[in-house]
Nanobody, 119 residues
Framework: QVQLVESGGGLVQAGGSLRLSCAAS????????MAWFRQAPRKEREFVGE????????YYADSVKGRFTISRDNAKNAVTLQMSNLKPEDTAVYYC????????????WGQGTQVTVSS
């Protein structure tokens, strides 16, 4: 059973930074790409970014490119989302996600962590 646990959310002022972490109980964690998604109130869940299994490649949504950075530590089964220059529109519940198989869709989700950016 895959378990993903996010932490690090909170309240921050616009322009500030926040670091989210995701602890994954996944066998052979290092073979899977990982991703972050977010869901704002009354909106659908949206893709934030993802990182390759080795950590050598990342891909971001245009809305966060240049402000957010995803990294991973395969030795610790952990993924991190570093967010800077935060904007009120970044307010959302942030989710860590893992695929059910290599190359598959993201099907495992954490419980989410709330990020609130005040103006």
């Amino acid at each position: 059973q895959v378990q993903l646990v996010e932490s690090g959310g909170g309240l921050v002022q616009a322009g500030g930074s926040l670091r989210l972490s995701c602890a994954a109980s996944v066998r052979t964690f290092s073979i899977y790409r990982m991703a972050w998604f977010r869901q704002a109130p009354r909106k659908e869940r949206e893709f934030v970014g993802e990182i390759s299994s080795s950590g050598g490649s990342t891909y971001y949504a245009d809305s966060v490119k240049g402000r957010f950075t995803i990294s991973r530590d395969n030795a610790k089964n952990a993924v991190t989302l570093q967010m800077s220059n935060l904007k009120p529109e970044d307010t959302a519940v942030y989710y860590c996600a893992a695929p059910s198989r290599v190359g598959g869709a993201y099907e495992y989700w954490g419980q989410g962590t709330q990020v609130t950016v005040s103006s």
